[in-house]
């Protein structure tokens, strides 16, 4: 036993000569003066007999111990003369490791040689063994806790983007109505969401309506316009013959008789003026009194028939015409035109009261008196 303690020290002191290295179960001996290793990836045991290495070590031939790896590295073959790093993905925690441990879900590794894995961070998951990255929680999913094996899906009315720690409401005017969205969904023209975290729409009551995208509210319909539906993206404007005075309306109001309204959007009803009528309501224009006829006052709903004697040549007149300078009307109702009396009343009127009664010698002739409210001609018009 002496003999080899001190063998073990000349083993050392002349590894560096260049002596063949003998293998496992090969006893060590001195000769000429040199001595001999053993193979690398062998040790030499206290008996001076080279051992092969075991899994887990190193031997580099010239020791009298196998060299277990550090934490990091592990080595799975015997007969080893270096260790193998962990992998990404792996480590090993202990010396003389066989084998690298793969981190397990909810842990990553991106190094080599590594002595743990780390834990992924919120926001990330690992959901398999020997990971070498964490992996983003998918847009429409969160994660707030570290180590985790999966994401949790964002509620309905909320949304995530990649690499998410929680999931964010949508904001009024926007709604999810599904879970594991990576956005919101603008509410569409006429409808609306006003507050976070809408699920979904509210549609405009009739009265109001929106034509954007991404509102909180509705508009109020404007007064000359209706709204009917429920939804609706526009007020529609009130048809010629219809009028609406108030705001927020779900119908527009049908003209009476005496009135119209000739254009779209009117907020009231428009008086017939003198001269014109309508008889029935929702007219969309005012009729003139056809010749014969007239009417003094306005928001009327029928025409006065020119009196007997008098007469109306034109269309849509207040008044009614009287006869002048040689000239007659017909003793009936609705004349419209009067009668040239010069040179003799025709046989077809009444003997009195026909009106040719005016031969003034300053009257023109070619002209007729025209209309006044109440039948008499006014002096211009005439001499
Ligand atoms: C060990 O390795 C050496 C070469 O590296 C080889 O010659 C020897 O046969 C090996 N021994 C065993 C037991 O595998
Ligand atoms: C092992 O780890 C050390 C320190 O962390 C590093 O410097 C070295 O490059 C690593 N070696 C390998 C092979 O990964
Ligand atoms: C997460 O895992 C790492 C290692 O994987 C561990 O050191 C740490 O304590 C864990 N953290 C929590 C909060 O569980
Ligand atoms: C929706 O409206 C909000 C404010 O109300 C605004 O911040 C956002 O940018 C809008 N989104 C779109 C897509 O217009
Ligand atoms: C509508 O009626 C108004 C008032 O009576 C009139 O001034 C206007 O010319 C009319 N417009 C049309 C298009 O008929
Ligand atoms: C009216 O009758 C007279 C006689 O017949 C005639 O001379 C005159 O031109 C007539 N006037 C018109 C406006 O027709
Ligand atoms: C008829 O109208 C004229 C003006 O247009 C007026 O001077 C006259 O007094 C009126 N006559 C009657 C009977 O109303």
């Known amino acids: 036993m002496v003999f080899a303690t001190s063998f073990v020290s000349a083993a050392l002191m002349f590894a560096s000569v260049h002596a063949l290295p003998q293998p496992e179960g090969h006893a060590l001996t001195k000769r ?7 193979n690398p990836g062998s040790y030499y045991s206290t008996a001076m007999v080279c051992v092969v290495c075991p899994a887990g070590s190193t ?5 009298g111990t196998a060299q277990p790896c550090t934490s990091g590295y592990y080595q799975p ?20 490791s066989t084998q690298a441990t793969a981190c397990s879900p909810g842990s990553y590794e991106p ?39 999966s994401c949790t899906a964002a509620q309905a009315g909320y949304y995530t983007n990649a690499g998410a720690i929680q999931a964010v409401a949508c904001s ?12 919101c969904l ?26 954007n995208k991404n509102s909180t509210a509705c508009l109020v319909t404007p007064a000359g316009s ?12 009130c048809p010629a013959g219809s009028y609406q005075p108030n705001k927020g309306s779900t119908s527009c109001i049908s003209t ?60 849509g007149q207040a008044g009614v015409c009287g006869t002048c300078c040689g000239w007659a009307a017909p003793l009936v109702n609705n004349n419209i035109n009067p009668v040239n009396c010069t040179g003799g009343k025709p046989n077809a009127y009444p003997s009195s009261g026909d009106g040719c009664i005016s031969t003034a010698v300053s009257c023109v002739h070619t002209k007729t008196c025209v209309q006044s409210a109440n039948g008499t001609c006014p002096a211009a018009t005439f001499t």
């Open 32 to 38: 000429n003066n040199a001595v001999t290793t053993c």
């Open 59 to 63: 031997c580099d031939g010239t020791s």
């Open 77 to 96: 073959n015997k007969n080893s003369t270096s260790c193998l790093p962990s992998p990404a993905g792996y480590y090993t925690n202990q010396a003389g």
């Open 111 to 149: 190094g080599r040689n590594s002595t743990a894995c780390i834990g992924t961070p919120a926001g990330f998951y690992t959901n398999q063994r020997g990971s070498a990255a964490a992996i983003p929680c998918p847009a429409g999913s969160y994660q707030s806790n570290k180590n985790s094996t």
């Open 172 to 183: 009024p005017g926007s709604y999810q109505p599904s879970t594991n969205s990576p956005s």
């Open 186 to 211: 603008l509410a569409p023209a006429g409808y609306y969401t006003n507050k976070k975290a809408a699920t979904a729409t509210t549609a405009c009551s009739p009265g109001s309506y929106q034509p």
């Open 226 to 237: 209706y709204t009917n539906l429920k939804g609706s993206a526009q007020a529609t404007r």
């Open 256 to 315: 009476n008789t005496g009135y119209f309204t000739n254009t779209t959007g009117s907020t009231s009803a428009v008086a017939c003026p003198p001269g014109h009528y309508t008889s029935s309501n929702g007219s969309p224009t005012a009729t003139p009194c056809p010749p014969g006829t007239y009417q003094p006052y306005s928001a009327q709903n029928f025409c006065y028939g020119a009196p007997s004697g008098r007469f109306q040549s034109m269309a």
